[in-house]
């Protein structure tokens, strides 16, 4: 609906238009010279503010000339101010939009004179009020419940409430200016905690919310909130404000029936209005005392302040931590700087030479504020999705709990039928005696599987291996070791090596032997043939087979040659031997000697294990004419000496092997 309330009236306003933007707007108002405090006795002139080209123009004569760009830039009176700034901010409350315009500047500068009126903007306290003086609030208030009555004679069905809370940050402690209950006479107002709801608001324990129904009510408690507020006389302001009030209007708009079309919408917004305590330098103020203190906490408050906004402003360019809970005042405005709000600032500043460094520090803030982008969204209450949405949803539910029963009921009956056919087949004395044979070999399966598991041991690899199940030489022998590791089982590769012998006995001629042996994976089949080889992560877990094949020595000593074999044992499972024939008069002896082992399981310790570099010794052993052939003790499992022969097993755990289970083929 149209709301003539709210169009421009100014010249100003009219040239500006609405403005759409996600950032912070930043207006700046350089208030008129005053020969009183607040200038130093209405000293030179040396900041102007130019509305048409919206800049601050700002030159001592002695530095360099400064120009700032702004949003607004006002140097008249309080009409241009509320029409380009409090009719906007209506417009959007009214849209379901959360508004905020904060006040800033030093002390003197006008903040509170712009908000409230009089007294203030260097003026005696005993001017009188005029509707030109008027601040932006109280015009603001009588503008909203104007704009109200016409929205409810247009529309029967909207109901709208306001209730109104009114706050102060002073000495770092936030207190109620309109409390429920009076405070006791000379007692100090309670200290207030801020907390954060479950919905992300930043809210004030304890802190009393007035409804208020109409323009008269509301301004008398702003009235009586002002007069609770901190104030006291300095050097600069006859009115100085000692502490930060924020004053806040919670707008809720409600329709007694749901409208199918979506065009009338619950909807609530939050106008907040901020007078901060004006920046103070004690030199000019001439505070001593509890004043003194009072000025060291509103300037913190207002360092912190300007930190945050400096966050605020480099957010996306680097990353930093945002100081919101560094001082009160940050955590209460937190939702007006990056959140949901469309916020404005006021920057008020002196144009005496006599303030020149603290208009400078103003106007900097100001342009910092510039560079903040929100997420301002439209809150919209959840009523309606709302009682038709809700019915609709309940009766899709129904539908699947229908649904869900009759499922449950199909299942029902086809369980009872289930039943009588068990009942049936029991009665069947064949089938009984069937399922007791079957019940019997599961059992008997069971104990074999148990049996089998007992039998393997599981050990872990000591310090050091031990040194049984070695030969040892003598006279009339000869004792070549080698060992080998066996990574390429690992690694699904076949290992062909012609392995130097050592000469254990340190005979003559002995220095030469080697062994020809082959290494090399098979499939469960026992076929060297694998189609796809399995990388080493998908081992684990699983069964890996191979073939220990010994081909043939070469360099034995011819002294030693009457009886030549070849027999090998695993590190950590020595007292398991594999033996080969033996041959007589070779000092080349052909062996072709094959066995198969199977690890079912293989393990990380395992497979560490086989990456060692002695996983299997080798000895090549010949025996002189005068010598006699060592006898091995007989392995505690059989060994075939048939090449290539293949017999399943299920062989004993190496005494320190790795934890795994493993198989042997003959």
Same mark, same amino acid.
């Given at each position: 609906m149209d709301l003539p309330q709210l169009e421009p009236s100014t010249d100003m306003g009219r040239s500006m238009g609405r403005l759409t933007t996600d950032r912070v707007l930043v207006a700046v108002r350089v208030r008129p010279m005053s020969a009183g405090k607040a200038d130093g006795g209405a000293q030179q002139r040396v900041v102007v503010g130019d509305s048409d080209l919206k800049l601050v123009i700002a030159d001592d004569k002695k530095t360099r000339k400064k120009e700032f760009p702004y949003d607004y830039v006002f140097s008249q009176g309080q009409d241009e101010i509320y029409d380009c700034i409090g009719k906007q901010m209506l417009k959007e409350a009214f849209d379901g939009f959360n508004v905020c315009l904060f006040a800033y500047g030093q002390t003197g500068s006008g903040k509170t004179y712009t908000l409230q009126g009089l007294p203030g903007a260097g003026l005696p306290k005993d001017t009188p009020p005029t509707t030109e003086n008027e601040g932006l609030t109280p015009r603001?208030? *009588? /503008?909203?419940?104007?704009?109200?009555?016409?929205?409810?004679?247009? /529309?029967?069905?909207?109901?709208?409430?306001?209730?109104?809370?009114?706050?102060e940050v002073y000495n770092e402690k936030v207190r109620d200016l309109l409390p429920a209950t009076k405070n006791p006479k000379g007692q100090e107002p309670p200290s207030l905690d801020v907390y954060e709801t479950p919905e992300k608001r930043i809210e004030v324990k304890g802190l009393?919310?007035?409804?208020?129904?109409?323009?008269?009510r509301l301004i008398t408690l702003i009235q009586q909130g002002n007069s609770n507020r901190e104030v006291a006389?300095?050097?600069m302001n006859e009115c100085s404000s000692r502490s930060h009030q924020i004053l806040q209007l919670h707008v809720v708009q409600q329709y007694d029936k749901v409208d199918s079309s979506q065009e009338k919408r619950d909807c609530e917004s939050y106008i907040t209005l901020v007078d901060l305590a004006g920046?103070?330098?004690?030199?000019?103020?001439?505070?001593?005392?509890?004043?003194?203190r009072e000025s060291t906490h509103i300037n913190q408050s207002l360092l912190m302040l300007g930190r945050a906004l400096n966050s605020f402003s480099r957010e996306?360019?680097?990353?930093? *931590?945002?100081?919101?809970?560094d001082s009160k005042l940050t955590r209460l405005l937190s939702e007006s700087f990056g959140g949901n709000s469309k916020t404005w600032m006021l920057a008020a500043v002196s144009p005496s030479v006599y303030n020149w460094t603290e208009t400078l520090s103003t106007l900097n803030y100001a342009s910092s504020a510039k560079n903040i982008t929100n997420h301002a969204k439209q809150n919209r209450l959840a009523r309606a999705l709302e009682l038709h949405e809700l019915k609709e949803t309940n009766k899709g539910l129904q539908a699947a709990l229908d *649904?869900?029963?009759?499922?449950?009921?199909?299942?029902?009956?086809?369980?009872a039928r289930l039943e009588r056919e068990k009942e049936s087949l029991l009665?069947?004395?064949?089938?009984?005696?069937?399922?007791?044979?079957?019940?019997?070999?599961a059992m008997n399966l069971k104990s074999a599987r148990q049996r089998k598991l007992d039998e393997s041991t599981i050990m872990t690899p000591p310090t050091a291996a031990p040194s049984y199940g070695l030969t040892t030489p003598s006279e009339g022998m000869f004792v070549g070791r080698a060992k080998i590791s066996l990574k390429n089982i690992i690694e699904q590769t076949s290992n062909y090596h012609t392995l130097p012998l050592s000469n254990e006995g340190k005979v003559a001629d002995g220095y030469n032997a080697t062994l020809v042996v082959n290494i090399y994976p098979v499939d469960h089949q026992g076929s060297a043939d694998i189609e796809k080889k399995v990388a080493e992560k998908d081992l684990l877990?699983?069964?890996? /087979?191979?073939?220990?094949?010994?081909?043939?020595?070469?360099?034995?000593?011819?002294?030693?040659?009457?009886?030549?074999?070849?027999?090998?044992?695993?590190?950590?499972?020595?007292? /398991?031997?594999?033996?080969?024939?033996?041959?007589?008069?070779?000092?080349?002896?052909?062996?072709?000697?094959?066995k198969r082992f199977a690890f079912s399981k293989m393990n990380q310790s395992l497979v560490e294990y086989f990456r060692s570099d002695s996983v299997i010794i080798f000895e090549v052993i010949g025996k002189s004419n005068g010598g006699s052939i060592p006898q091995v003790s007989k392995p505690s499992l059989s060994s075939s000496t048939t090449s290539s022969s293949s017999s399943s097993w299920s062989a004993r755990q190496p005494r320190h092997a790795p934890t795994a289970r493993r198989r042997r083929h003959d």
């Amino acid at each position: 609906m149209d709301l003539p309330q709210l169009e421009p009236s100014t010249d100003m306003g009219r040239s500006m238009g609405r403005l759409t933007t996600d950032r912070v707007l930043v207006a700046v108002r350089v208030r008129p010279m005053s020969a009183g405090k607040a200038d130093g006795g209405a000293q030179q002139r040396v900041v102007v503010g130019d509305s048409d080209l919206k800049l601050v123009i700002a030159d001592d004569k002695k530095t360099r000339k400064k120009e700032f760009p702004y949003d607004y830039v006002f140097s008249q009176g309080q009409d241009e101010i509320y029409d380009c700034i409090g009719k906007q901010m209506l417009k959007e409350a009214f849209d379901g939009f959360n508004v905020c315009l904060f006040a800033y500047g030093q002390t003197g500068s006008g903040k509170t004179y712009t908000l409230q009126g009089l007294p203030g903007a260097g003026l005696p306290k005993d001017t009188p009020p005029t509707t030109e003086n008027e601040g932006l609030t109280p015009r603001l208030c *009588r /503008d909203l419940f104007s704009i109200i009555q016409l929205k409810l004679d247009a /529309d029967p069905s909207l109901q709208i409430r306001v209730t109104l809370s009114l706050t102060e940050v002073y000495n770092e402690k936030v207190r109620d200016l309109l409390p429920a209950t009076k405070n006791p006479k000379g007692q100090e107002p309670p200290s207030l905690d801020v907390y954060e709801t479950p919905e992300k608001r930043i809210e004030v324990k304890g802190l009393a919310k007035h409804t208020v129904i109409g323009y008269e009510r509301l301004i008398t408690l702003i009235q009586q909130g002002n007069s609770n507020r901190e104030v006291a006389e300095t050097k600069m302001n006859e009115c100085s404000s000692r502490s930060h009030q924020i004053l806040q209007l919670h707008v809720v708009q409600q329709y007694d029936k749901v409208d199918s079309s979506q065009e009338k919408r619950d909807c609530e917004s939050y106008i907040t209005l901020v007078d901060l305590a004006g920046s103070e330098r004690q030199s000019k103020t001439g505070t001593s005392g509890e004043q003194f203190r009072e000025s060291t906490h509103i300037n913190q408050s207002l360092l912190m302040l300007g930190r945050a906004l400096n966050s605020f402003s480099r957010e996306g360019k680097q990353k930093e *931590r945002v100081p919101l809970r560094d001082s009160k005042l940050t955590r209460l405005l937190s939702e007006s700087f990056g959140g949901n709000s469309k916020t404005w600032m006021l920057a008020a500043v002196s144009p005496s030479v006599y303030n020149w460094t603290e208009t400078l520090s103003t106007l900097n803030y100001a342009s910092s504020a510039k560079n903040i982008t929100n997420h301002a969204k439209q809150n919209r209450l959840a009523r309606a999705l709302e009682l038709h949405e809700l019915k609709e949803t309940n009766k899709g539910l129904q539908a699947a709990l229908d *649904r869900e029963l009759a499922k449950h009921k199909t299942m029902e009956q086809e369980i009872a039928r289930l039943e009588r056919e068990k009942e049936s087949l029991l009665a069947n004395q064949t089938v009984k005696k069937e399922v007791e044979k079957m019940q019997t070999e599961a059992m008997n399966l069971k104990s074999a599987r148990q049996r089998k598991l007992d039998e393997s041991t599981i050990m872990t690899p000591p310090t050091a291996a031990p040194s049984y199940g070695l030969t040892t030489p003598s006279e009339g022998m000869f004792v070549g070791r080698a060992k080998i590791s066996l990574k390429n089982i690992i690694e699904q590769t076949s290992n062909y090596h012609t392995l130097p012998l050592s000469n254990e006995g340190k005979v003559a001629d002995g220095y030469n032997a080697t062994l020809v042996v082959n290494i090399y994976p098979v499939d469960h089949q026992g076929s060297a043939d694998i189609e796809k080889k399995v990388a080493e992560k998908d081992l684990l877990g699983q069964r890996v /087979d191979f073939v220990v094949h010994v081909i043939c020595a070469k360099g034995v000593p011819r002294a030693f040659n009457e009886l030549v074999y070849c027999q090998y044992l695993y590190k950590w499972a020595e007292k /398991d031997k594999y033996k080969t024939l033996e041959v007589a008069k070779d000092s080349d002896p052909e062996f072709d000697f094959k066995k198969r082992f199977a690890f079912s399981k293989m393990n990380q310790s395992l497979v560490e294990y086989f990456r060692s570099d002695s996983v299997i010794i080798f000895e090549v052993i010949g025996k002189s004419n005068g010598g006699s052939i060592p006898q091995v003790s007989k392995p505690s499992l059989s060994s075939s000496t048939t090449s290539s022969s293949s017999s399943s097993w299920s062989a004993r755990q190496p005494r320190h092997a790795p934890t795994a289970r493993r198989r042997r083929h003959d």
